[in-house]
C-alpha cells in the first residue's frame, strides 16, 4: 500500500492510543479493571473516549502521577493505587497499564507488580506495556489479549466441543454475540477473549465499574483445553500463536468475516474442524446476502467510497466493496494516517466511512459519512451493530446502498 | 365570512394572474414557442431537455405535463407548434389542439443521439428561420461531437453486446434506435405495450422476426437464452426477474430514478449498462457456497439446457 503523508503534522489524527485499547480489551473480563500507570490526563480523557463509544460504566482507573513521580518514578503511587484498587473494587483481575509517560521513562511495572502480588490474594495482576509509539488502538488491544493469554492460560485434558475465539478490536458487541451463536449452531462451546457481547451490550442493571459478566477468569484458564482456537483478524494470530506453542491447539487465523467471501471461509474452518453441516439459518442467510448484493448491485457500481479505519475492518470493508464494484479511492491504515490527508483525496468521493472524528470532514465536503471503527461518540447503538458474518455484511451493505439512495437526487454525475 | 372573503382574495389573484398572462403571451407571439406534450419529467429528463431549447432560441411555453403548472397550461394554445413525446398517451391532446387551435403537430423522441437531434432539428426547421436553424445544427454539431467523446469508453465496452427490451409507448422504438448509437444489438422486443405505429417504428428498426408477442416471464427469459443477451431492458415489475435469474438488468420505465433522455441522459445510460453488465457481483452470485453442491433448478435448469 503506497502511504500518503503531506507532512509530518499531524492535525487530525485517525490513530487513538494503544493504550486505550488494552483497556477496551479489559473491558470484556468479568470483574477485572485497566489501571493506568499514566498522569490524571491520560486516564480522563481516555475514559471519556471508551465511555462516549460504549454508552457503559467503563472501569477505568488511573495512578495519576504527578511531575515528581513522572521523573524520579512512580512506584509508591502504583502500590498505594493497587492496593486502594483491590480494597475498593474487589476485581479479578487488574491490568496495570503501561502508557507512554510511564514507559518512556521505563518504569519496571513488571517488578513492581510481580513482587507485590504475593500480598494480594484473588486478584490476578497483569503488565500490559502500551506506549503510544508502539502503534495504535488495535495493537494496544492484541498485546492485552496475548498478556493474557500468556500469563492465565492453563493446560489439561482436551475438551472436544470448546473452541477458543480470539476477535480483534473492530468487532462490535453485536458481532461477537453473531460470532458465538453461529459456533454454536455447529454444535460447538465457544470461549471468547475478551467478551464484550456479555459485559458492553447494555445488559447491566446496577451501577458498576467493574464488567459484572464477560469472560470469566476459570473460562481463560480452560482456554488451553480447547479442541481449536479461531484468531480473528491479523492482530490476533500472535495470541492464538502463544497458545498453539503452549498447548498444541491448532490455530485457524481468520480475517474478519465481513463481506461475502470472508464470511465463506469463516463458516468453511468451521465446516472443517466440525465435519458437520450448516445450519438451515446460515444458509439462508448467506442466500439473503447474495440476493442483496445483486438488488444494490447497480447503486453501488462505481461508487467512489474512502475508508479511514483500522488494519482488520480496513481490509474486510474495503474488499467487500470491491467485490460491489465500488471504488475505493484511498484507505488509511492507522500507521500512516491522518485524517486530514484523507479531506485532501476525498474531495470527489461518494461516500465516507470512518469514526466520528470524520463529522467535520463529510460536512465541509458535502460527502455522506458512515460511522465505523473507534470512536463513535455521535451515534447511538453503536456497540451493539452488526456488520460481520452473512447477516452483517448484509446490514452494512444496505447501510451504505440507503446513504447512495439518500443522495440519488442530488449525484455530482 | 371568513371563507368569502378568503375566495375573493384568490379571485383578485387569478384576475391579476390573468393580466399577467396577457402580457406575456403578447410578448411572445411572434417568437418560436412550442408545448412539449407528454414529457413527464421522468426523474428529472425535462430538466436535459429545455436548456436545449433554450440554447438554440426556441421557447417551450408549456409543459404537459411534466413540471408544469395550471398556469402555464392555461396559455398553451398560443404556441406555434406541438413536439408530441409520448405518443400513445396523449396524441388525444396533440389531435385537439390541431383541431381546435390549428397548431401542427411532430411526434419525436428525446432517447438516444439521433433522435434527439432529429427532435430539435424539427422543431427548428418548423419555423423556416434560417438563422435559427443554422444555429441549431451548431448546437447539434457541438453536442454530438462532446457526448461521443463522453460515450467513447462505455462504447468500446459495449461493443457487441445483446439486449432483450420491453417497454411500452414511444420508448419501444426510441430505445432501440439509442441503444443501437451505443452499439448495442437487440435480440428480441416486446410490444403488447405498443401502438401499431410504434410496432411498425420496431419492426423497421429489428426486424419482424425479433418482435416478441408473448411477454410472459417464461418467454422473456426464452428470449434471453435463446439469443445469449447480456442484459434485459424493461420496467419495474421485471426487475427481480432478470435479477433472480442473475442477468443484468436496467429499469426503462417511468418508475426509474435516472434520466435517461438527451444527450446528458443517453451517457447516463450507457454508464448504468456498463455498471449492471461488468458488475462483479454476477460471478459472486452464480458461485455455489464454497461447501454446497450444485444445485441446478427452475429456470436456470432452462438455461444450462441452451447454453
Sequence with gaps: MEIYKKSGLSVNPLKTSPALGAAYAIQGIKGAIALFHAAPGCTFLGKVLLTQHLREPVGLLGTDIKEMPTIMGGWDELKKRITDVCEKFKPSLIGVIGTALSEIRGEDIENIITNYELRITNCKMLYISAPDYMGGFGEGYAKAIEVIVENLVEGGTAISNQINILPCESLTAGDIEEIKDIISTFGLKPIVLSDLSLSMDGS???????????????????????????????????????????????????????????????????????????????????????????????????????????????AGVSGFCLDMGMDVISDFGFRISDLEDMEDMAHDADLIITNSHGKEISERLGIPLLRMGFPVFDRFGEPLKLRAGYRGSLNLLFEMANIFYEDRFCNKR | MQGRSCWGGLAGLCDRDRENFKFQISNLKDTHTINLIGEYNIAGELWDILPLFEKIGINVLSKITGDSTFKEITYAHHARLNLLVCGRALINVARGMEERYVIPFREVSFYGIRNTSSALRDAAGFFEDMVLMKRTEEIINEEERNTKRLLSSYIEKLKGKKAVVYTGGVKSWSIISALKDLGIEVTACGVNKSSLSDIEKIKSLIGEERILKDVSPKNILEAIYSTNADILIAGGRNQYLAYKERIPFIDINQERHTPYSGYKGLVRMAEDIVKTIYSPVWEIAKKNAPWGSVKVSGYQSVRAKKV
Design chain 1, 204 to 314: 447491566k442493571e446496577r451501577f458498576s465499574n467493574l464488567p459484572l459478566d464477560g469472560t470469566a477468569i476459570d473460562e481463560i484458564k480452560a482456554m488451553g483445553r480447547s479442541s481449536a482456537t479461531f484468531s480473528i483478524g491479523e492482530g490476533m494470530k500472535r495470541a492464538g500463536e502463544i497458545l498453539k506453542d503452549r498447548f498444541g491447539i491448532p490455530l485457524y487465523p481468520l480475517s474478519l468475516p465481513i463481506g461475502l467471501s470472508a464470511s465463506d471461509n469463516f463458516i468453511r474452518c468451521l465446516i472443517e474442524i466440525t465435519g458437520k453441516k450448516t445450519s438451515e439459518r446460515i444458509e439462508r442467510w448467506r442466500k439473503r446476502l447474495v440476493d442483496g448484493m445483486v438488488d444494490t448491485h447497480l447503486l453501488m457500481a462505481g461508487k467512489r467510497v474512502t475508508l479511514g479505519l483500522d488494519g482488520d475492518i480496513l
